[in-house]
């Protein structure tokens, strides 16, 4: 079979639109993903700085994010609350967690706290934690450089 050539013919033109669509949804998705990390961390904490400090290993399990402020209150979900008047707040957690199907005692809780904060704010805020299920704790501080 012989085709012909036709000399008539333009010539053929990439459709860019969906390339640039992937893109700007893709940005979309970076500026989310950005804005959720740095809405874990308030601007009111200070962490204390550690030579023991490293990085995560890795993700951590049903993440309960608690920042303790030097006043001694607790950021969680947005609202400042004292850390005797917690315990509400973490059943509402617990409750969360088991309405879809997750143990609480497998959860990781994540305490930030201020460098000025009492440390009984800081044992207090353990102690109303395990009263309402949770037993892990993950405590987070500033890398310190050595040397």
């Known amino acids: 079979m012989r085709m ?27 500026m989310v993903l950005l804005s959720f990390s740095e809405a874990e961390m308030s601007e009111l904490i200070k962490l204390p700085s550690s030579v023991l400090a490293k990085p995560p290993d890795g993700p951590t399990e049903s993440p309960l994010t608690l920042q303790l402020t030097e006043r001694g209150t607790v950021l969680l979900a947005g609202a400042e609350v004292p850390v005797e008047a917690l315990g509400p707040r ?54 310190e450089q050595r040397g």
């Open 4 to 30: 012909t050539r036709r000399a008539s013919m333009p010539p053929a033109e990439m459709d860019m639109t969906p390339m640039i669509d992937m893109t700007f949804q893709l940005i979309a998705f970076f």
């Open 90 to 143: 973490l059943e509402q957690e617990r409750t969360v967690l088991e309405r879809l199907g997750k143990n609480p005692a497998e959860a990781t809780v994540i305490i930030r706290a201020d460098a000025f904060a009492p440390t009984g704010d800081v044992q207090q805020l353990i102690k109303s934690c395990q009263e309402n299920g949770f037993v892990r704790f993950v405590l987070r501080a500033k890398q």
